[in-house]
């Protein structure tokens, strides 16, 4: 049985555009954003984290840039790309159709 921290495959990358689409973050950033949205359900670890947002300013839906963070750190901050917050558009679109679908699946009544 998977644990209720586990993403489905392919989530990471959705969760990752709709957080970089509020405001550009940091790797750190993002990952505490998406902890405390979920209500400390959802965590990403750094081994995790660092390829997506690797995998994302490749595809060209986010760039980044070297900044300094309030804490006077030089952190990479990233930021969706108009690209992105098409990529972001289609994902949701594709992960509504799909939870709506496991949804349908799960509420069928038993006999």
């Not at 405390?36 to 997506?52: E, W």
Request: proline fraction near 4%; hydrophobic fraction near 40%.
């Amino acid at each position: 049985m998977s644990k209720p921290a586990d993403l489905v495959q392919g989530t990471l990358d959705l969760l990752l555009l709709k957080i970089l689409a509020l405001d550009p973050l940091h790797a750190w950033a993002v990952a505490q954003r998406l902890k405390q949205v979920s209500g400390d359900i959802l965590q990403v670890s750094d081994g995790s984290l660092y390829p997506a947002l690797h995998k994302l300013e490749q595809s060209g839906w986010v760039t980044a840039e070297w900044k300094t963070t309030e804490a006077g750190r030089r952190a990479k901050f990233y930021s969706l790309t108009p690209h992105g917050r098409e990529a972001l558009e289609r994902e949701t679109q594709n992960w509504q159709r799909l939870s709506g679908a496991i949804a349908r699946v799960i509420e069928i009544q038993e006999v």
